[in-house]
């Protein structure tokens, strides 16, 4: 077949620093246009990346009838409404998380990609960690022979840290404002709150997402309990993700690492995986199996893609999956469960508030 024709909206740092370095080192597509509202870094990105054609909105873009799909990464509260607006025009799109920060955001993003059958995948890179694949493999492999027992408790726990990992990728910058765009706040939401919950969002949004894959939950998930200080981040999130009871651990530290890692209990044994610095190349999560009984052990296991990146796999599988028809592992429409689990999570904090 032939490669893959792919536009890029936002010259930002998960743009300059990520994506476009990935998708050109990715041989079946090709960088054919780009949008950047600021023109003259939109040039300059343009000109490192050797990129035939630069618009100077979305828009225009999005009119481009050689362009097949398109990446987005732009601010958390607009890359919706610009993922809907490609979607219309018949782009696959993929896009940086969150997908929306509200449910009818959310379907309405949705809505334009049934209307025109293209297809949208969020980018929760954590999936595509080879070592969280074998971590998950690995669980699906006890699940179905029983070895460990039934699952009884999981947890992740994720208080953050250095995540750039002293990523040297040459980034090009001018001195243009980004112009301002209008939030649009969900409309239960108060507006003096609204920092903190798109804060809480966009961090831990990857650890919903990934803690329902890890136990197959699907949209078979509810919010027990939340606890949080009053900065509305700092606390616990108890679920009930299918059937099995799920923490979140969530705060802030000054690590010079990344203090992130989930664990699944068995009732004869664990499995553990450490995630890497969210932008340290080549690291996949470190995996960890205890096997209780008689015979007790410990064993870590290697990802036979041992030297990988997350966000480069993703990118990989969202060409690969466009090009083949085949559905995404993090298409729109799962990700819409954690959209509701956020709006859940926050309306509770906002309920003990009151109550206190």
């Known amino acids: 077949m032939s490669r893959l024709r792919v536009g890029y909206v936002g010259c930002g740092f998960m743009a300059q620093r990520v994506h476009l370095p990935n998708l050109a080192a990715i041989p079946d597509c090709e960088l054919v246009a780009l949008a950047e509202v600021r023109p003259l870094l939109g040039r300059k990105v ?34 919706g409404e610009i993922a809907k607006d490609l979607l219309l025009a018949g782009k696959h799109v993929f896009m940086e998380k969150p997908m929306a920060i509200s449910i009818p955001q959310a379907e309405a993003i949705l809505a334009a990609s049934r209307q025109t059958g293209a297809r949208l995948m969020v980018g929760y890179m954590k999936r595509y960690d080879a070592g969280n694949e074998l971590f998950r493999s690995t669980l699906d492999g006890f699940r179905a022979s029983g070895e460990l027992g039934e699952i009884v408790y999981a947890r992740n726990h994720g208080f953050c840290g250095d995540w750039t990992a002293g990523i040297d990728t040459p980034v090009e910058t001018t001195d243009e404002p980004a112009p301002a765009s209008p939030a649009p706040i969900p409309s239960w939401l108060p507006p003096e709150f609204f920092k903190d919950y798109v804060g809480y969002l966009q961090q831990y949004t990857h650890n919903i997402n990934l803690l329902r894959w890890f136990l197959d939950a699907g949209d078979r998930v509810q919010v027990k309990h ?11 999130v108890v679920f009930d993700m299918n059937g099995t009871r799920a923490v979140l651990e969530s705060g802030r530290l000054s690590y010079y690492r990344w203090d992130e890692h989930t664990q699944v209990y068995l009732r004869h044994g664990w499995l553990r995986t450490w995630a890497p610095p969210l932008l340290l190349r080549n690291a996949p999560a470190e995996v960890e199996i205890y096997r209780g009984g008689e015979t007790q052990t410990f064993t870590t296991p290697l990802p036979k893609d041992r030297w990988s990146w997350s ?25 819409l469960t954690d959209v509701r689990l956020f709006e859940d999570i926050y309306r509770a904090y906002l309920r003990n508030r009151d109550a206190i």
């Open 46 to 79: 343009q000109e490192r990346y050797r990129i035939p054609r630069l618009y100077p909105s979305h828009v225009e873009l999005a009119a481009d009838p050689e362009v097949e799909a398109v990446c987005v990464s732009a601010a958390f509260h607009v890359q």
């Open 311 to 335: 966000y480069k796999r993703e990118l990989e599988h969202f060409v690969r999956q466009v090009r083949s028809g085949e559905p995404f592992r993090t298409s729109g429409e799962d990700t």
């Open 226 to 236: 939340v606890d949080f200080d009053s900065d509305g981040y700092t606390g616990i």
